[in-house]
């Protein structure tokens, strides 16, 4: 990762194109971890993309620049945070859409299989925002396409590489019991 970013701090858009492709993800996992909403998330994103690319002459360590953008992310999340207890703005409305619309995935569904796939994301992702904040920032960046690797999730996170498997385990299975208490499938 480290050739990446040295050679978009010489302006090769390809290698910046590189970079967002594979830490977009834990960038927006960090902010949303946060519990911020999909505008603030966005926002967050975005202020932490310009961070990197206003820093990238100065960064010390570009193999760390995944440790880089978590850090910032988590920053910038906590900042707009702050911003948003003290002003008490009214937050940007969203609906908690699943990332791939019912239907999408799987064509031809007839409107009872439809109906019943948006059901089942509604409740999937009912029990995922009644995750703690941890779980949800871990599991939200395990779904990332491609997902980081361990090494740099526990450079992100602050967490032992070694506990990571654990905790995602113990992270899926509270996210289990949580949806059969809702009614949804194991």
């Given at each position: 990762m480290g050739e990446l970013v040295l050679a978009a701090r010489e302006g090769d858009e390809e290698a910046w194109r590189a970079i967002v492709l594979r830490y977009v993800d834990l960038v927006w996992a960090v902010a949303r971890g946060h519990g911020l909403d999909h505008c603030d998330a966005a926002d967050v994103t975005q202020t932490t993309w310009l961070r990197l690319y206003e820093h990238l002459p100065r960064l010390r360590d570009p193999e760390r620049v995944a440790a880089w953008l978590a850090t910032t992310a988590r920053r910038e999340s906590l900042r707009l945070q702050g911003r948003r207890r003290q002003l008490q703005l009214v937050a940007c409305f969203e609906s908690e859409a699943t990332p791939v619309a019912a239907g999408d995935a799987v064509p031809g569904?007839?409107?009872t299989e439809l109906v019943a796939a948006v059901d089942r994301d509604e409740r999937l992702w009912l029990a995922f925002s009644e995750l703690p904040t941890p779980c949800r920032t871990l599991l939200r960046a395990l779904m990332a396409d491609?997902?980081?690797?361990?090494?740099?999730?526990?450079?992100?996170?602050?967490?032992?590489?070694?506990?990571i498997g654990p905790t995602r385990a113990r992270c899926l299975d509270r996210l289990r019991a949580t949806l059969l208490g809702l009614g949804g499938p194991s």
């Open positions: 569904l007839s409107p491609p997902p980081p690797s361990y090494a740099e999730l526990s450079v992100a996170l602050g967490m032992p590489v070694g506990s």
